[in-house]
């Protein structure tokens, strides 16, 4: 059998009901209450004098009332903010990855370069976007994925670091089309023996890398 719980201000039209003077029938007539769980309501109000109720036993809570304002404030300020996302590992790449961890956990960071390149879209509908917004929001210009009337354009670019200094933000070119995305030849000529060979230069000059220090041999 369901349970109906009933809000503060009907049960609060109630007690006031049978405080001008109703009986308990009549008010909870007037408060549109069952007679029975008007009758309970009007008796806990005699016993506590108030009308709120109690917390029930179960499972405790997993946040707090802060937690909930923090999640709303960033709802609002992120309406199209994507969820996190974390690869996936089986137990082997796991276990391969502590080991390489422990096996180079003595080695010097800062004379390492760190490189990634990314693919940048631009007006283009890749994915669907979720919008978390409030009723009558809906066309205001936070919670709006613009759209382009021209061709998309797609962008792969890249970059590295290192302890203290950046190194060039490169736009790989490539035709695109059938076969003509980026390939190893294409990265090698681009990359490895481009801006990564020249930002590997000037910082073993600088004496950031020491002198002599072989790179990865690529083929």
């Not at 006031?16 to 009007?42: E, F, H, L």
Request: glycine share 10%; net charge positive.
């Amino acid at each position: 059998m369901t349970r109906v719980q009933h809000s503060s201000p009907k049960k609060n039209r109630l007690i006031g009901a049978i405080q001008a003077g109703k009986s308990i029938p009549q008010a909870a007539q007037i408060a549109d209450i069952p007679y029975g769980t008007a009758k309970r309501i009007w008796s806990k109000y005699c016993t506590t004098g108030s009308t709120k109720n109690q917390q029930r036993s179960g499972c405790p809570l997993k946040v707090t009332e802060r937690t909930k304002q923090a999640l709303v404030r960033t709802v609002h300020n992120n309406h199209c903010m994507p969820f996190g996302e974390v690869p996936y590992l089986t137990k082997l790449q796991k276990k391969k990855r502590a080991a390489w961890a422990k096996q180079v956990k003595g080695s010097d960071w800062s004379k390492v370069i760190w490189s990634d390149e990314c693919y940048v879209y631009l007006g283009d509908s890749h994915g669907r976007v979720f919008v978390t917004c409030c009723i009558g929001k809906q066309l205001e210009d936070d919670c709006l994925v613009p759209a382009f009337k021209q061709s998309s354009i797609r962008v792969m670019v890249w970059g590295c670091i290192m302890k203290g200094k950046k190194g060039p933000l490169v736009v790989l070119e490539y035709p695109g089309g059938k076969e003509g995305g980026m390939n190893t030849k294409r990265y090698q000529e681009q990359v490895l023996e481009g801006a990564l060979r020249q930002f590997y230069t000037a910082m073993e000059s600088k004496g950031s890398i020491p002198a002599g220090q072989c790179t990865k041999s690529y083929c």
